[in-house]
T-cell receptor, first 112, second 114 residues
Framework: EDQVTQSPEALRLQEGESSSLNCSYT??????LFWYRQDPGKGPEFLFT???AGEEKEKERLKATLTKKESFLHITAPKPEDSATYLCAVQALGSGTYKYIFGTGTRLKVLA | NAGVTQTPKFRILKIGQSMTLQCTQDMNHNYMYWYRQDPGMGLKLIYY???????DKGEVPNGYNVSRSTTEDFPLRLELAAPSQTSVYFC?????????????FGPGTRLTVL
């Protein structure tokens, strides 16, 4: 069964304290892996798409990496405005419907 | 561009009532989606559409209906609301269904069924 698991569920960091969020996945065939940011009371906002093992993408303090079984979202020197829930999703091959499977997210809190 | 807009933002329904959640996008996207998000659960796909006049079921379609008469609009209909439909509903759109085109999400509708 296709599955996406994110860890940890919640993470508290001091401002400037770098860390990583994990997204492990099991799918029959990977079309792409997505990272989204979701602020309270809002819809998810797209961050990155990764397509193949070894690929990396960066945006400001965030860097996403991908292996054959998992992806990491590295946060370098985070600031309080980075506080949000970070969602991982995979797009799997399957019956032509391009289905997306979302993880349950990691709630990040960055303290000043 | 307003992107993806949803109305209403909040709604309380009584068991057995019906309602329509509205979704409009102004990006000329072909694909549109409805998801529900429950606490501690990932987003679950309810219905999706690949273009005007074409809709298909997602993972959790029971209790819902959709239509797509225009490219811009993708309303979600709840018939005979049940407490299990208490959730936050997100509409999303993308240019195509492949992984090269990310999904853009609306702000959500928080629905409570009592």
């Amino acid at each position: 069964e296709d599955q996406v698991t994110q860890s940890p569920e919640a993470l508290r960091l001091q401002e400037g304290e770098s860390s990583s969020l994990n997204c492990s996945y099991t799918v029959s065939g990977l079309r792409g892996l997505f990272w989204y940011r979701q602020d309270p009371g809002k819809g998810p906002e797209f961050l990155f798409t990764l397509y193949s093992a070894g690929e990396e993408k960066e945006k400001e303090r965030l860097k996403a990496t991908l292996t054959k079984k998992e992806s990491f979202l590295h946060i370098t020197a985070p600031k309080p405005e980075d506080s949000a829930t970070y969602l991982c999703a995979v797009q799997a091959l399957g019956s032509g419907t391009y289905k997306y499977i979302f993880g349950t997210g990691t709630r990040l809190k960055v303290l000043a | 561009n307003a992107g993806v807009t949803q109305t209403p933002k909040f709604r309380i329904l009584k068991i057995g009532q019906s309602m329509t959640l509205q979704c409009t996008q102004d990006m000329n996207h072909n694909y549109m989606y409805w998801y529900r998000q429950d606490p501690g659960m990932g987003l679950k796909l309810i219905y999706y559409s690949v273009g005007a006049g074409i809709t298909d079921k997602g993972e959790v379609p029971n209790g819902y209906n959709v239509s797509r008469s225009t490219t811009e609009d993708f309303p979600l209909r709840l018939e005979l609301a049940a407490p299990s439909q208490t959730s936050v509903y997100f509409c999303a759109s993308s240019y195509s269904g492949d992984s090269y085109n990310e999904q853009f999400f609306g702000p959500g509708t928080r629905l409570t069924v009592l």
